[in-house]
């Protein structure tokens, strides 16, 4: 777990619509990082493999479940983040379906302070080697969910 700034304390399990990701290698983040994950959760299947999380700004404090994104498919590489999010983050919904290959998510703009639904990011592709979005990373993640594929 590497990170531009702290390493995050803790990762009991990353677990998605029922499969467990087989393996996670790194958090990285340009700034600080979460300080605990204990669980991603997705309403479809898994990635197989989870490399690298990198963010430009802060990372969240806590994430506990990411619940209810559909499929994950593939391999994600690199989540990537040009800003930040601040505030708290309860729900992300409807993210839409993500389907086979996406190298670069950019343009997410800034997710306001205490935001509890993000709809409609449309669809996102199976395969991640990035994902870079404009805003910083929210310091607080409880629960992503949302109808669709991931």
């Avoid at 669980?39 to 990411?66: A, E, F, K, P, Y």
Wanted: no cysteine.
């Amino acid at each position: 777990m590497q990170t531009g700034g702290t390493i995050l304390g803790h990762l009991d399990t990353m677990q998605v619509g029922g499969t467990i990701l087989g393996h996670l290698d790194t958090m990285q983040v340009g700034g600080t990082i979460l300080g605990h994950l204990d669980t991603m959760q997705v309403g479809g299947t898994i990635l197989g493999h989870l490399d690298t999380m990198q963010v430009g700004g802060t990372i969240l404090g806590h994430l506990d479940t990411l619940q209810g994104l559909g499929t994950i498919l593939g391999h994600l590489d690199a989540i990537q983040g040009l800003g930040t999010i601040p505030g708290h983050l309860n729900t992300l919904q409807g993210l839409g379906k993500i389907l086979r290959h996406l190298d670069i998510l950019q343009g997410l703009g800034e997710i306001l302070e205490q935001l509890d639904t993000m709809q409609g990011l449309g669809t996102i592709l199976g395969h991640l080697d990035a994902m870079q979005a404009h805003g910083t990373i929210l310091r607080h993640l409880d629960t992503t969910q949302g109808p669709g594929t991931f």
